[in-house]
């Protein structure tokens, strides 16, 4: 069953999904990043301070020993010599776990921006089911987490193993160094193998960062119904909106009939079209489209002006130019006026016929 639920999971997560599981704390985020920055900006640190944290530590221990027989670490003594040498340790470690820190949390903004949740901390029983454990620890996942280890340490050792062999060649002269020398060597080279080990681990690292996009990417696919069900959601469902655009189009039809008792005039196709205009020369600047239709809607406007003796005019071309660039409620635009003042002219003669006839 759970691989048949997997293979219907073929859409891609929408923007919502995403923001579900960034609630719940959950985003692509690669740990190799953190460690590889973290790596880097240390041999950063390092590079620029380590003259200065080198000279501390030797004049603090020429200190000590230079004053041995005048240091008593017991009784009431010890605390103060205690607290120096925790003070001394401060001053050195500090600046480079701030930086450390600093970095570290940069390379999760990084990744996942600012995210602060309470959720993953809520206690969850499926982590406690030996079951599920046993299935996570056989999955795919643990499967590329092991291929990945099995890389970093090839990576790692292979870059190692380059530069201490280009290191070789120095070994035969350390005889005759001096400490100092002996030190400097041991310090450049220890640079230089992690400045390449980090130049290494940022690569793995970014190919792990698109990784994890992918894998998170495809861990939050959906199935067609859930992509249906969320749509329904966010723009409701789509038979309830068709009922309501329905019941506006039926509220709209009924205004526009109410208003063809108050047209002057229909212009008709005459079978297909029919178009109610209506000019009221105190109120408008131009004749009035108050009704239109087609087909059964004309024939309805048709019977409601027959039915208030409305005066229905057949104009084909006329009626095909209204029904096609006027709305309802808009005036008919210029280059209709000639046309249809005569129209008008014709029907006001009409009714005065009517009227004195």
């Not at 944290?53 to 200190?63: D, L, P």
């Not at 790692?156 to 380059?162: K, N, Q, T």
């Amino acid at each position: 069953m759970a691989r048949k639920s997997d293979q219907e999971r073929t859409e891609k997560p929408t923007p919502k999904r995403f923001q579900e599981a960034r609630k719940k704390g959950q985003a692509a985020k690669s740990p190799e990043v953190a460690s590889a920055l973290v790596l880097m900006g240390s041999l950063g640190f390092l590079a620029l301070s380590g003259t200065w944290m080198f000279s501390t530590i030797a004049g603090f221990m020429r200190g000590i020993f230079g004053n041995l027989e005048s240091i008593h670490i017991y009784g009431d003594s010890a605390p103060a010599f205690l607290l120096e040498v925790f003070v001394q340790i401060f001053i050195l470690i500090m600046p480079l776990m701030a930086v450390l820190m600093v970095i570290g949390v940069g390379a999760n903004l990084i990744q996942v921006g600012f995210l602060f949740t309470m959720e993953p901390l809520a206690p969850k029983f499926s982590k406690f089911n030996p079951v599920e454990g046993m299935k996570n620890l056989l999955s795919l996942k643990s499967l590329v987490e092991l291929l990945k280890s099995v890389l970093k340490i090839l990576l790692i050792g292979g870059i190692a193993y380059a530069v201490l062999r280009s290191e070789m060649e120095m070994l035969p002269s350390l005889t005759g160094m001096s400490v100092g020398q002996i030190l400097s060597f041991m310090g450049v080279a220890s640079l230089k193998l992690l400045f390449y080990v980090g130049l290494g681990m940022l690569v793995l690292a970014a190919l792990d960062f698109i990784y994890q996009k992918w894998q998170f990417a495809r861990d939050l696919m959906m199935t067609k119904q859930e992509v249906k069900d969320e749509l329904k959601q966010s723009e409701g469902d789509p038979s309830v909106k068709g009922r309501i655009k329905q019941a506006q189009r039926e509220m709209a039809m009924r205004r526009m009939m109410q208003a063809v008792p108050d047209a002057d005039v229909i212009i008709t196709n005459p079978t297909h079209l029919a178009v109610a205009l209506a000019y009221k020369a105190d109120e408008m600047i131009a004749p009035q489209v108050i009704a239109k239709g087609a087909d059964l809607i004309a024939e309805r406007i048709k019977e409601v002006g027959r039915a208030h003796g409305i005066v229905i005019v057949e104009n084909k071309p006329l009626a095909q130019v209204l029904y096609k660039t006027c709305d309802i409620g808009r005036t008919i635009p210029e280059t209709l006026y000639r046309a249809v003042a005569e129209i008008l002219a014709y029907v006001y003669n009409l009714r005065n016929r009517r009227r004195f006839g």
